[in-house]
T-cell receptor, first 113, second 114 residues
């Protein structure tokens, strides 16, 4: 059974903290994606990666960075968390060779106080 | 670049009534289209997709969507909804060549009441 796992379902952090959100996939695919989901705004792409050590900015990269040291792991980093980064964060990868069909992890709901 | 417009943020319906969730897209290239569903407190999962061939595609739980290239639409329909269909539905588009990112609409919340 294919899986995309995210390190935490719920996370509470304080303003200014450095936050790591981890994502691991077992689909052996090069492409991985990080989105944030906010009510009324849908899903917005933060960063994506086409291969190990490679990263590309999405639509809203400000305040975030990423790390892709291994094919199966893609980390999202909030260098200095702020309250406007309170959101649901979703990681995704491509399912097999299936025409850009993305498979999502369960999400991490981050609250920044 | 692509864009997606979901015209309704919320659609309330009664159980066993028909429903249509609207999706329009914009793209300068040919596309693949997807509908994803998110049930309460769950992750996003694929409901159905249009890649090529027949413009009418169906899901296993009775939803269908029709790709209309001239109207750049991919509306989602179900002839009779159940309480369990209550969820948020997202339309998404991607270019149909090479690897490309998905662009999502803002979502439509389907609220089914008895």
């Amino acid at each position: 059974d294919v899986k995309v796992t995210q390190s935490s379902r719920y996370l509470v952090k304080r303003t200014g903290e450095k936050v790591f959100l981890e994502c691991v996939q077992d689909m052996d695919h090069e492409n991985m994606f990080w989105y944030r989901q906010d009510p009324g705004l849908g899903l917005r792409l933060i960063y994506f990666s086409y291969d190990v050590k490679m990263k590309e900015k999405g639509d809203i990269p400000e305040g975030y960075s990423v790390s892709r040291e291994k094919k199966e792991r893609f980390s999202l980093i909030l260098e200095s968390a702020s309250t406007n980064q309170t959101s649901m964060y979703l990681c995704a990868t491509i399912q097999g060779s299936s025409y850009n069909e993305q498979f999502f992890g369960p999400g991490t709901r981050l609250t920044v106080l | 670049a692509q864009s997606v417009t979901q015209l309704d943020s919320q659609v309330p319906v009664f159980e066993e009534a028909p429903v249509e969730l609207r999706c329009n897209y914009s793209s300068s290239v040919s596309v693949y289209l997807f509908w994803y569903v998110q049930y309460p407190n769950q992750g996003l999962q694929l409901l159905l997709k249009y890649l090529s061939g027949s413009t009418l595609v169906e899901s296993i739980n009775g939803f269908e969507a029709e790709f209309n290239k001239s109207q750049t639409s991919f509306h989602l329909r179900k002839p009779s909804v159940h309480i369990s269909d209550t969820a948020e539905y997202f339309c998404a588009v991607t270019a149909n060549s090479g690897y490309s990112t998905l662009t999502f609409g803002k979502g439509t919340m389907l609220l089914v009441s008895p």
